[in-house]
């Protein structure tokens, strides 16, 4: 180890939008953190492997600079993108994104050739992996491929050496069950082809080899024995991360997507109704999570240039919402790309519209943290996160949609600490998440000055 640099773990957040990268102390203090758009294709729906790897790489030296020195590191992000790599772990495919509306097409082929649900983490639908391995197989050059690797775990796999994917990302690909963590062969065969192509399934949190990048060695930002952790799936990563700062709380997240996420203490044998579930993280319990399209959803009615001035006053709390919000005047669209809609006889006025959007949002936003704190035990309190809780009105709306306060957690990034989090913890580091995550602040009284990330999506 350096005498010259201060030991840290990393925490890496691949996101739909923007990849980012943090930096913790051995006691759990965010010390440094970087920020980069995803890199994708002009139309938002492609993403390049090798792309990103190298902005990933990128990061890590910007935030380590001269002072740091990175001992664990740890990646999460999306859940169902991945690519087909060569023996040499480089992408043979481009990922597929979760919201690519082509993902409709390829599952109504498939879903007819699908066998039952039960016993799945999820629900088979067109935004799972499966329908991203179909398509995958269909690609120049996909016969070459030695392993498929989900997008999240990439960099984990090209530092280590080692295909891997982490069980809570195996969750998300419609073909794996967690109560005997066993993958459904028949659907791995009719979509990816062959088993052979899965890599092993580790557990989030658990070490996976060492840490081993020419770039970031040459510029002295690794320790000797660096080790790389099994990340995966965001968003039980940050509500693990929410979950060791409160304990029991219930995590709301709202970035690109909405997913409220929570950890049960032990094993769920049947999955609840409408609740994706996955193995616990660093325990034998499970991880309960629901996703709802939102942000999509706001840039669809934002092509209005009225109505997108009347969804940045509201966001911003500038004007009040009209009494519509619980009306269902406005139809989300489904997840694969599935279009939005307003109901037959919405009003045309631009208020009345904004108002239907984001009612209707806050109202799925509800239903989804209901059916979690249905399959848990007690009153669960609720802790929300992510780019949207910088909006003021937003959380107005949320809370008289609710019925009840709730309070915000501080950190902006909350899935990357999450991360940098567990690979401290893989490291024998104690950090303390109350330090990291920077503690909570109820909603009612959160305040907001400049132009948030949401409301630049309808600008």
């Not at 489904?334 to 045309?348: N, T």
Request: one cysteine or more.
């Amino acid at each position: 180890m350096s005498t010259l640099r201060t030991p840290v773990s990393c925490g890496v957040d691949i996101g739909s939008t923007n990849a980012k990268v943090v930096a913790l102390d051995r006691d759990g203090t965010v010390v440094a953190r970087a920020v980069r758009r995803t890199p994708r294709d002009p139309e938002g729906l492609w993403i390049d492997g090798d792309a990103l790897f190298a902005a990933v790489e990128e990061m890590v030296l910007e935030v380590c600079g001269l002072r740091f020195e990175v001992h664990a590191v740890c990646c999460a992000g999306v859940g169902e993108d991945g690519v087909l790599v060569d023996a040499d772990r480089r992408p043979l495919t481009r990922a597929l994104a979760w919201f690519d509306p082509r993902r409709g097409g390829i599952f109504r082929e498939l879903a007819p050739l699908l066998d039952g649900e039960a016993g799945f983490d999820t629900e088979a639908d067109p935004v799972r992996t499966l329908v991203g391995w179909s398509w995958a197989r269909r690609q120049p050059g996909s016969g070459a491929a030695s392993a498929w690797v989900a997008l999240s775990d990439l960099p984990g796999v090209r530092w280590s050496g080692h295909p891997f994917i982490s069980d809570t990302l195996a969750s998300r690909t419609g073909a794996w069950r967690s109560l005997d963590r066993a993958w459904a062969m028949d659907r791995v065969d009719l979509t990816l082809g062959s088993g052979e192509l899965l890599p092993a399934v580790v557990a989030t949190g658990d070490t996976v080899g060492a840490f081993d990048s020419p770039g970031l060695r040459s510029a002295g930002v690794l320790a000797t024995d660096a080790v790389v952790v099994a990340g995966g799936h965001d968003h039980p990563i940050g509500g693990w991360g929410v979950d060791q700062l409160v304990p029991g709380a219930v995590l709301d997240s709202m970035g690109t997507a909405e997913v409220v996420v929570a950890q049960a203490p032990g094993p769920v044998a049947v999955r609840p109704e409408a609740v994706d579930v996955a193995p616990g993280i660093r325990s034998h319990g499970t991880t309960l999570l629901r996703v709802e399209e939102l942000s999509r959803n706001v840039e669809w009615a934002a092509q209005d240039p009225a109505v997108a001035h009347q969804l940045r006053a509201l966001l911003e709390g500038g004007v009040a919402p009209l009494p519509l919000l619980e009306e269902g005047l406005f139809e989300p669209g489904r997840r694969g790309g599935g279009r939005p809609s307003y109901a037959l006889g919405a009003p045309q006025d631009p208020l009345a519209r904004a108002s239907a959007v984001l009612g209707a949002l806050a109202c799925a936003g509800r239903d989804a943290v209901d059916a979690v704190r249905e399959g848990l035990a007690g009153g669960r309190e609720v802790r929300l996160a992510g780019g949207w809780v910088r909006s003021p009105g937003w959380v107005e709306i949320k809370t008289a949609v609710n019925g009840y306060r709730t309070a915000v957690i501080l950190e902006p990034e909350v899935t990357a600490v999450g991360a940098a989090l567990l690979a401290a913890r893989a490291r024998g580091w104690q950090p303390d998440p109350a330090r990291a995550l920077g503690g909570t602040q109820l909603a009612a009284t959160f305040t907001s000055s400049g132009t948030t990330s949401v409301s630049t999506h309808v600008s």
